[in-house]
């Protein structure tokens, strides 16, 4: 079993940057995928990025590319969103989430308790 818990969220002006971490533990040896998704309110969940553990490949959706990026440390078991150019369409709870092995693709079966974002103009 792996266990998530996010940090790195706040309050933002339009432009600026923050960077979310997301700390892994238990059973993390098991990880083959990392996921940061996103919800704003009245809004359905949306995937942001990920992050393969085997071979280190990303994925982004095309509202973010170019100004988020999604990294690993495996040593701390850490994955890390760093998001600049801030925009207030941005504003969300950013939860992350784990894909372990035997779980299909696009499903995860971890999930972190979630960090708001809010960015201002």
């Known amino acids: 079993q792996v266990q998530l818990v996010e940090s790195g969220g706040g309050n933002v002006q339009a432009g600026g940057s923050l960077r979310l971490s997301c700390a892994a533990s238990?059973?993390?040896?098991?990880?083959?995928?990392t996921g940061w998704y996103r919800q704003a309110p009245g809004k359905q969940r949306e995937l942001v990025a990920i992050?393969?553990?085997?071979?280190?490949?990303?994925y982004y959706a095309d509202s973010v590319k170019g100004r988020f990026s999604i990294s690993r440390d495996n040593a701390k078991n850490t994955v890390y969103l760093q998001m600049n150019s801030l925009k207030p369409e941005d504003t969300a709870v950013y939860y992350c989430?784990?894909?372990?092995?035997?779980?299909?693709?696009?499903?995860?079966?971890?999930w972190g308790q979630g960090t708001q974002v809010t960015v201002s103009s």
């Open positions: 238990g059973s993390t040896n098991l990880i083959t995928a």
């Open positions: 989430a784990a894909r372990t092995v035997g779980v299909q693709s696009n499903e995860y079966d971890a």
């Open positions: 992050i393969y553990w085997s071979g280190g490949s990303t």
